[in-house]
């Protein structure tokens, strides 16, 4: 069968729970992985995602930051729980679905400084990608392993507005870049979004709310992703990896936009 699988950087669920049921519907997701929740387990709006259609449900809430969860047409199995916030902030959270295992993930933004030792905050985001590469490294690359959310890094040069500008901004540094393709390479994964849209075309999921009219400024950055291990890249349906860029003109939306990619599983 076909899976259709999306990422969404909701910010919210509760305040976007009616963007949520309208994407579903007319995406047709049958996986939707999302990040920044804002809300603890018990104040997941359960009963919504049962009433469109996705009532198996993997919740990793925390009191009003954060926050991950996968919903799901399909039953969801258990899959290896990491632990990789030295935080401990509810940033992944994971399932099988029909035999592919879902890490899905808010990875640390990382402040404003893009330095270790005077920004805590991004040597948390350092860490926590030190701590990934090394999870993936232990796996077997033929398994069939998807990792997704909002990575907090836009790593090429046609993943941002104006990467001259960009390289000096926390999210495309040269050492976020290098950390990311690690990561990439320690796993051999496919990325599917840019497999479809190959360089030089330019791509973005994510776009400030400074701006009133996001597509009239174009300062984009692509900071949400799909990966796929090579013993799950086959699967990919050529040409299903996109990201819905009209979600981010809805009233009052997330500033991330929808990636989803099809699989056959």
């Not at 009963?47 to 809430?61: N, Q, S, T, V, W």
């Not at 916030?85 to 994971?94: D, F, I, K, M, Q």
Request: proline share 7%; glycine share 6%.
């Amino acid at each position: 069968m076909t899976l259709r699988l999306t990422t969404w950087n909701i910010n919210s669920v509760r305040l976007r729970i009616d963007q949520v049921a309208r994407y579903v519907a007319e995406s047709a997701t049958d996986v939707l992985l999302l990040q920044e929740i804002k809300c603890t387990d018990d104040q997941f709006p359960v009963r919504a995602f049962e009433e469109m259609g996705l009532p198996h449900l993997k919740i990793g809430g925390q009191k009003g930051w954060h926050g991950v969860a996968i919903a799901s047409r399909l039953p969801l199995d258990e899959a290896p729980s990491l632990g990789l916030c030295r935080e401990g902030h509810a940033r992944c959270v994971s399932a099988s679905v029909r035999g592919v295992e879902i890490q899905n993930f808010y990875i640390p933004a990382g402040g404003d400084l893009p330095d270790r030792v005077l920004n805590p905050k991004f040597d948390h985001k350092m860490d926590f990608y030190e701590r990934l590469t090394a999870e993936v490294a232990r796996r077997d690359p033929n398994a069939p392993l998807l990792l997704a959310g909002d990575f907090n890094i836009a790593p090429g040069e046609f993943d941002v507005w104006n990467h001259r500008f960009m390289l000096k901004v926390v999210s495309h540094t040269p050492v976020e870049i290098e950390t990311l393709t690690r990561l990439q390479q320690a796993g051999r994964f496919s990325d599917v979004i840019r497999d479809a849209f190959p360089e030089p075309e330019k791509l973005a999921s994510w776009w400030s709310y400074r701006a009133q009219d996001f597509r009239k400024s174009n300062r984009g950055l692509r900071l949400d992703h799909i990966w796929t291990s090579p013993g799950l890249t086959p699967a990919v349906v050529p040409g299903s990896a996109r990201i819905h860029e009209p979600v981010r003109a809805w009233e009052r939306p997330s500033d991330h936009a929808p990636v989803s990619v099809d699989l056959d599983v």
